[in-house]
């Protein structure tokens, strides 16, 4: 492989991970000043650009990471949320707390209920009992659907900006910034309904996050992603939680690393195994 | 020699090696390897090492700066520390103590 | 009124890379007229605008179809029901109109000793009538597929009912066999008057359907209350 091929590769994957830029910079000086010298294949020398970036960050990475400051005001209030759906009851007496600057994991097994629960957050489904108080705007991001197929993606940024109260050039650039921190561009003017599942979805997670909510909720969005693109949604939630914003994410994949504060797991209690 | 085991005991070395260079003197990423092959560690290549030095930039145990090379890109150069210095000195010891029982039981092997 | 521009100029732009719907908004209203054309003036010009009226429902049904799966994120980033669908019946009467135009350009070739000024009155209340008509049934019914077969049956009733009884004044369209007599066969102006008071009243009908509809569906939830933040 040739030497700048993989340099390039390794600085995206290091930016990936999540390295600063400045120890990035210096890694890949080092890097290329010893392939220079060494006149080594990269590849036998240091393998495969992704591995060696997830090796480099986890040398670089203090550990353990810092104990974060405790959240800022409250900002989704989710409180004795009951749901039947018949006689089956689906979700119980749920309570949720998420302050800004703060990562919450829903979790459970398959039909628990985490879809159903963060529909009522989003208020699109009425539980039968409790209420949800938001303090500020909220988005939302389906799992699939939430995109006009006629539509570019460019259009789907205005439409949704328009309703924020943004300007038409500054949300089609929100919109573009925002695609590319999931490593996507939207211009081409290709519909929505000729995307890949997994663009799709990044276009769905754009439009959530466009107009800056207070409040993210989010339902397993990454369906369709491959494992960069994963790594670059975990990326953007950090960005999100640091400029303060609440983030309330479906998954059930859950990575201790990805720095989440809170876990709410929805599995009901008899069906837990000690 | 069985490559998984070998990598196993570098694991687990490689970084007081890489100090116990830096002691004499400061060198760089690709000058460490070549000392580190005269010394009778052949065959570290730079994915290994450079991690390990970074490891050690993190913990306190090295400090680097960068000098314009001759005829070719800057090179970073790599000092111990007195705290690397400290940990190389205790190491050395534990080190001792430990290839000592170790050598013990395998050479009667070695020997039949 | 930016809002309802915005939903609007997006409507248009998504029914203009419909080929398929544009395609039945422009063929199926001249294949009604030439189905009827060697025989009494009236009938062309009956039919012709029934497919006016027919392919605007469509077009207003599977407009407002589509829409269903972005509304609710729409609501949440602002909008609210009243934007949504004002927006769209804007894009679907202005797209109503232009493709009407031809045809009355037609029936002024094409047909002698007719009041043009109320053809074109009932094709102006026909695209009026049924943008609202097309978007009732995507609220009210859950696929576009209920919705195609209830678009069947008005028209169907439309055709074969006698105008003269009471029943048939139920359906969206009677206004257009009532002026369009008043047209061509130059009657007096009662059918004009009657046929204008049907129509404003099946509008008005229709748009109440449409917003108490998406109303209902887009419903601020009692459970979720936004609270200023801090």
């Not at chain 1, 492989?1 to 600085?11: E, N």
């Not at chain 1, 599942?197 to 996050?209: C, E, F, I, P, S």
């Not at chain 3, 679907?92 to 009355?104: E, Q, R």
Request: aromatic share 8%; proline share 4%; with cysteine.
């Amino acid at each position: 492989m040739r030497h700048d091929t993989w340099l390039d590769a390794l600085a995206g994957e290091l930016r990936r991970h999540g390295v600063a830029a400045e120890t990035a910079g210096n890694v890949l000086a080092e890097t290329a000043a010893h392939l220079w010298e060494s006149g080594d294949d990269p590849l036998r020398a240091f393998g495969p650009p992704q591995a060696y970036a997830a090796t480099v960050a986890d040398s670089v990475r203090l550990e353990p990471p810092p104990r974060r400051a405790p959240g800022g005001p409250v900002r989704l209030e989710v409180l004795g949320i009951t749901k039947r759906y018949g006689r089956r009851t689906v979700l119980r007496e749920v309570n949720l707390t998420v302050r800004a600057g703060e990562v919450a994991a829903v979790v459970g097994a398959n039909g628990s209920g985490k879809s159903t629960f963060l529909g009522i957050c989003a208020g699109l489904v009425s539980p039968d009992r409790g209420e949800v108080r938001v303090h500020g705007a909220l988005g939302y991001c389906p799992q699939g659907g939430g995109t006009s197929d006629f539509l570019v993606p460019d259009e789907h940024f205005l439409l949704v900006g328009a309703g924020r109260g943004m300007s038409r050039a500054g949300a089609r650039d929100s919109g573009r910034a925002g695609a590319a921190a999931l490593d996507w561009d939207p211009r081409g003017g290709t519909q929505a309904r000729h995307l890949s599942g997994g663009t799709r979805q990044k276009l769905n997670l754009v439009m959530a996050g466009l107009g800056d909510p207070d409040v993210l909720l989010l339902d397993e969005p990454y369906q369709g992603f491959d494992q960069g693109s994963y790594l670059d949604f975990w990326q953007q939630v950090r960005r999100w939680r640091d400029v303060g914003k609440a983030i309330v994410v479906v998954t059930h994949l859950l990575n201790t690393r990805d720095g989440v504060d809170i876990v709410l797991d929805l599995t009901p209690r008899s069906e837990v195994r000690a | 020699m069985e490559l998984e085991r070998r990598s196993q005991w570098l694991r687990g070395v490689l970084d007081l090696c890489v100090l116990g260079v830096l002691a004499h003197r400061e060198s760089y990423g690709y000058e460490l390897i070549q000392s580190l092959h005269v010394a009778g560690l052949d065959g570290i290549q730079g994915g290994t090492l450079y991690p390990v030095l970074l490891r050690l930039q993190r913990g306190g145990q090295v400090a680097a700066h960068w000098r314009e090379g001759g005829s070719g890109p800057a090179r970073k150069y790599y000092r111990i520390t007195p705290e690397g210095a400290e940990t190389l000195r205790r190491s050395a010891a534990d080190w001792e103590a430990f290839a000592g029982g170790v050598s013990a039981i395998l050479r009667e092997v070695a020997a039949r | 009124m930016r809002k309802t521009l915005v939903v609007a100029e997006m409507a248009l732009r998504e029914i203009a890379r419909r080929r398929g719907v544009l395609a039945i908004l422009l063929i199926f209203p001249l294949a009604f007229y030439l189905s009827r054309r060697d025989s009494h003036a009236g009938q062309s010009i009956r039919f012709v605008c029934l497919g006016i009226g027919w392919a605007m429902s469509t077009a207003a049904l599977f407009a407002g179809s589509a829409a269903r799966a972005v509304e609710p994120r729409l609501r949440l980033s602002g909008y609210r029901s009243g934007h949504l669908y004002l927006g769209r019946l804007a894009a679907l009467w202005t797209v109503g109109l232009l493709l009407s135009a031809p045809y009355y350009v037609l029936i002024r070739i094409d047909q002698e000793h007719i009041r043009y000024g109320a053809i074109g009155l009932i094709m102006l209340l026909t695209v009026a009538v049924a943008a609202p008509f097309g978007l009732a049934l995507s609220a009210a019914l859950p696929r576009e597929l209920e919705g195609m077969l209830v678009l069947l049956i008005v028209v169907g009733l439309q055709m074969m009912m006698d105008p003269a009884s009471s029943a048939s004044r139920l359906l969206p369209f009677w206004f257009s066999r009532e002026i369009g007599t008043y047209a061509v066969d130059h009657t007096d102006g009662g059918y004009l008057t009657r046929g204008v008071i049907h129509a404003m009243v099946c509008l008005a009908a229709l748009l109440a359907v449409v917003a108490v509809a998406s109303g209902y569906r887009l419903r601020q939830r009692s459970h979720l209350r936004f609270v200023a933040r801090r």
